[in-house]
């Protein structure tokens, strides 16, 4: 039994300040600059990657179409009953975000580590970064081992504790009366 633990690690969004506008007119430079409508359409990331002299340009275009991949992914494994194989893509999806597409906080990272340490299976942040919340998959018997470990992780650079909202898998949407 898997849980969607929810962290909210209370970093106020930023996405104001112009930094997610910045993002999305790198991604449209960058398909403009290879001859597409939209990064989905590359077909040869490698190609596509080496074609570009910016590396701004070019970690943008990798954390786009490789996301786009990482959902395929996710969705194949979820239509296959494999949802503990969803671990390492939310792994990627972090470390692409982090490093790639450059929107993740220090609250955002140190949650996401703490809680793989605790024994999440994967975690990544959520939404549109520059603050807000993550998510871990975790084992439902490690909920708690993996909250203390992100309160402690909190706790021990002077931040105040991150709010947790656990979601359990339930059965789905059904009629009412």
């Known amino acids: 039994d898997l849980e969607l633990l929810v962290i909210d690690t209370r970093a106020p969004h930023t996405l ?4 997610y506008a910045a993002r999305r007119a790198d991604c449209d430079r960058a398909a403009a600059l290879l001859g597409v409508p939209t990064l989905r359409r590359i077909d040869d ?4 990657l080496s074609s570009l002299d910016d590396p701004v340009l ?3 275009v990798r954390h786009v179409v490789t996301e786009i991949e990482r959902v395929r992914q996710v969705g194949e494994l979820l239509a296959s009953d494999q949802v503990e194989a969803i671990g390492p893509v939310l792994d ?6 982090r490093d790639d597409y ?8 140190v949650s996401v580590e703490a809680a793989r340490s605790a024994g999440a299976l994967g975690a990544r942040m959520t939404g549109g970064g520059f603050g807000g919340s993550a998510i ?18 909190f706790a021990d650079r002077g931040w ?9 898998a339930a059965a789905g949407a059904g009629r009412v009366g």
């Not at 990331?45 to 596509?48: I, S």
């Not at 990627?92 to 975000?97: E, P």
């Not at 450059?102 to 990272?109: A, I, S």
Request: proline share 10%.
């Open 16 to 19: 104001n300040d112009g930094q």
């Open 45 to 48: 990331l490698a190609g596509a």
């Open 58 to 60: 070019v970690a943008r």
């Open 92 to 97: 990627a999806s972090h470390t692409s975000l």
């Open 102 to 109: 450059q929107v993740t906080c220090p609250e955002l990272d």
């Open 136 to 153: 871990a998959l975790v084992p439902r018997g490690q909920v708690d081992a993996v909250t203390v470990a992100v309160q402690d992780a």
């Open 160 to 168: 105040r504790s991150p709010v947790f909202l656990p979601a359990p």
